[in-house]
């Protein structure tokens, strides 16, 4: 098995590795980045970012790449689309082993894992999952034009995304549980504002029906438990995010949601490991707090590795 020794590994580059890779790597610290996916995490399929401070407006994919070629011209390596297939951190020095085959070791590791979109678990909801289910509005949006679509949940990102399609789609339909949204007041007056939307309130979806591909769902009522059919030609989801800590469970103290916690420093229940992002316990999650997070934890864990 090869082996290599950095004095930090970071585990995700979504906005919170990739910043927490700048500011080690910066600092002189030999660092390594591990992501299973590509590099940037959730943030590149969010369409359009016009809220980061500095940037008037840009795409996650951009920022994304901005943010990596930062990262690696302060001496940060980064290798993505690998498993992560052996994590034990309970001692000195850190191991963590890729694919079977190779074996990283460090002083300190900081989880940025992020989180991915939760599923509603409806019946037939893996079934059409790429065959008129998405959760992606970036990805998916113009296979929509012209057509009707569903866009389930009530908080910032339904909406904000719920505007997005009206790009592509003739009508979309927010499908939300409650008789209220969970999102700012700019997205609640935006999203109303738009002629294309409209709203079943107070309601999920049950299920999914269709033979090749997705042709109706059935909405159920929450306050009186009717349901009805829906003819629809998709569904977009967008009802929050789980993290990505199964492969800590056992390992590292979570909470009852299964998110890292963490004291103020960013430092967990093991010695030298640090979680920053979406991935740990935390009330706002937004690509500022995460690089927060990033800036946070690489600091502490660059100090802890200088006081070993």
């Known amino acids: 098995?090869?082996?290599?020794?950095?004095?930090?590994?970071?585990?995700?580059?979504?906005?919170?590795?990739?910043?927490?890779?700048?500011?080690?790597?910066r600092a002189k610290t030999s660092t390594l980045i591990l992501d299973i996916g590509i590099v940037g995490g959730q943030m590149v399929l969010t369409y359009e970012i016009?809220?980061?401070?500095?940037?008037?407006?840009?795409?996650?994919?951009?920022?994304?790449?901005?943010?990596?070629?930062?990262?690696?011209?302060?001496?940060?390596?980064?290798?993505?689309?690998?498993?992560?297939?052996?994590?034990?951190?309970?001692r000195k020095v850190k191991k963590i082993?890729?694919?079977?085959?190779?074996?990283?070791?460090?002083?300190?590791?900081?989880?940025?894992?992020?989180?991915?979109?939760?599923?509603?678990?409806?019946?037939?909801?893996?079934?059409?999952?790429?065959?008129?289910?998405?959760?992606?509005?970036?990805?998916?949006?113009?296979f929509y034009q012209n057509k009707e679509i569903i866009v389930v949940g009530g908080g910032n990102s339904a909406l904000e995304e719920a505007v997005s399609l009206t790009k592509y789609a003739s009508k979309v339909t927010v499908v939300h549980?409650?008789?209220?949204f969970q999102a700012f007041d700019f997205a609640i007056k935006e999203a109303k504002a738009n002629g294309k939307i409209e709203y079943i309130m107070e309601s999920t979806?049950?299920?999914?029906?269709?033979?090749?591909?997705?042709?109706?769902?059935?909405?159920?009522?929450?306050?009186?438990?009717?349901?009805?059919?829906?003819?629809?030609?998709?569904?977009?989801?967008?009802?929050?995010?789980?993290?990505?800590?199964?492969?800590?469970?056992?390992?590292?103290?979570?909470?009852?949601?299964?998110?890292?916690l963490t004291n103020d420093d960013l430092a967990t229940s093991l010695d030298g490991v640090f979680a920053a992002g979406d991935v740990r316990k935390k009330n706002i999650r937004q690509i500022t707090t995460s690089v927060a997070d990033g800036t946070i934890a690489a600091i502490n864990a660059v100090n802890y590795i200088q006081c070993k």
Do not use: W
């Not at 894992?113 to 409806?122: E, H, K, M, Q, V």
């Open 205 to 260: 979806i049950v299920g999914f029906e269709g033979h090749e591909k997705l042709e109706n769902v059935i909405i159920k009522n929450l306050k009186t438990g009717k349901e009805h059919y829906m003819k629809i030609d998709g569904v977009f989801i967008f009802i929050g995010y789980e993290p990505n800590t199964e492969f800590l469970k056992g390992k590292i103290d979570l909470n009852e949601r299964n998110e890292i």
């Open 1 to 25: 098995m090869e082996k290599y020794d950095f004095d930090l590994i970071i585990i995700g580059a979504g906005p919170a590795g990739l910043t927490a890779g700048i500011y080690a790597s």
């Open 50 to 90: 016009a809220n980061y401070p500095g940037v008037e407006q840009t795409s996650g994919f951009m920022l994304s790449k901005t943010m990596k070629k930062q990262a690696i011209s302060f001496g940060c390596e980064i290798k993505s689309n690998v498993k992560i297939t052996h994590f034990d951190c309970s």
């Open 97 to 142: 082993i890729v694919n079977d085959s190779i074996e990283y070791n460090a002083k300190a590791v900081i989880i940025a894992t992020g989180g991915r979109p939760r599923s509603l678990n409806a019946k037939g909801e893996e079934i059409f999952k790429g065959k008129g289910i998405s959760y992606c509005a970036t990805c998916d949006g113009d």
């Open 177 to 180: 549980q409650f008789n209220y």
